[in-house]
C-alpha cells in the first residue's frame, strides 16, 4: 500500500515464488522474507535501506539469534550509518 511516498507491506511469511512455505529454520524463513520484501521494494523504486522500521514476531524466542543475524545482514551497512548519526538500534 503507498501512502505519499511511504510504502507499507505487512503480514509477510517465508513463501517462495510459487506461494510454497520455505523448508527449513527459522533463518532461512526469515531470509526469504527480507528477499520477497526486497523484491517489492524494488519494483516500487526503492531498497532495503529506505526501510525505516521493522517488527519481527517469532513464535519461539529459541529462534532469536539466527533471525536476528539474517536482519543484520540485511540491514547492517544502515545499522552502522544509524550509529554514526546518532540513532540507536534496540537490542
Do not use: K, P
Not at 510459487?18 to 523448508?23: D, F, I, Q
Not at 544502515?78 to 534496540?90: A, L, Q, V
Amino acid at each position: 500500500m503507498h501512502g505519499g511516498e511511504l510504502i507499507f507491506l505487512s503480514g509477510q511469511v517465508g513463501q517462495d515464488a510459487t506461494g510454497a512455505l520455505v523448508a527449513g529454520d527459522a533463518a532461512s524463513q526469515a531470509a526469504r522474507i527480507f528477499r520477497n520484501v526486497a523484491v517489492v521494494l524494488e519494483a516500487a523504486g526503492r531498497s532495503l535501506g529506505d526501510v525505516v522500521r521493522v517488527g519481527v514476531y517469532l513464535t519461539d524466542m529459541a529462534d532469536y539469534a539466527a533471525v536476528n543475524e539474517v536482519y543484520r545482514q540485511n540491514f547492517e551497512a544502515r545499522i552502522r550509518r544509524g550509529r554514526r548519526s546518532g540513532w540507536r538500534r534496540c537490542r
